[in-house]
Nanobody, 125 residues
Framework: VQLVESGGGSVQTGGSARLSCTAS????????MGWVRQAPGKEREGVSY????????HYADSVKGRFTISTDSAKTTVSLQMNSLKSEDTAVYYC???????????????????WGQGTLVTVSS
C-alpha cells in the first residue's frame, strides 16, 4: 500500500487548511486510515483516524471540534479539514493506514504499519 498526501503549506492563525491522502496498491485489508503529526522537537501525536468499513472516527482531544476527518465514496482517499488553526498545530502531518482502526484508536501511532511521506503545515500570525 502506498499513501500519497496533498495539501498543507502555510496558513494564518485562525485559518483553515485541508489535507488529503490517497491510498493505492493492495488496499483490500486496510480498515483504518488517518493522520499522525509531529511538531518540531515533540513526540508524534495521533490526530484523527477513520474506519473505512464503519465510518467510526477518533480525534485527539487537542483537535476535537476543529478538525474533521472524512473519506470519499471509493474509500481510497481520506481528507482532514482543519479549522481554527493554532500555532501549536504546526507540524509535519503523516497519512497513516492500518488493517485495524481499533488498534490505531486504542494504541496510538506506535503500531501503525503504513505511513506516507508527510506534509508540512505551518501556522503563523
Amino acid at each position: 500500500v502506498q499513501l500519497v498526501e496533498s495539501g498543507g503549506g502555510s496558513v494564518q492563525t485562525g485559518g483553515s487548511a485541508r489535507l488529503s491522502c490517497t491510498a493505492s496498491g493492495s488496499t483490500g485489508n486496510i480498515d483504518g486510515m488517518g493522520w499522525v503529526r509531529q511538531a518540531p522537537g515533540k513526540e508524534r501525536e495521533g490526530v484523527s483516524y477513520i474506519s473505512l468499513s464503519t465510518g467510526m472516527v477518533h480525534y485527539a482531544d487537542s483537535v476535537k471540534g476543529r478538525f474533521t476527518i472524512s473519506t470519499d465514496s471509493a474509500k481510497t482517499t481520506v481528507s482532514l479539514q482543519m479549522n481554527s488553526l493554532k500555532s501549536e498545530d504546526t507540524a509535519v502531518y503523516y497519512c497513516v493506514a492500518d488493517p485495524s482502526f481499533f488498534r490505531m484508536a486504542e494504541s496510538g501511532y506506535k503500531y501503525i504499519k503504513i505511513w506516507g511521506q508527510g506534509t508540512l503545515v505551518t501556522v503563523s500570525s
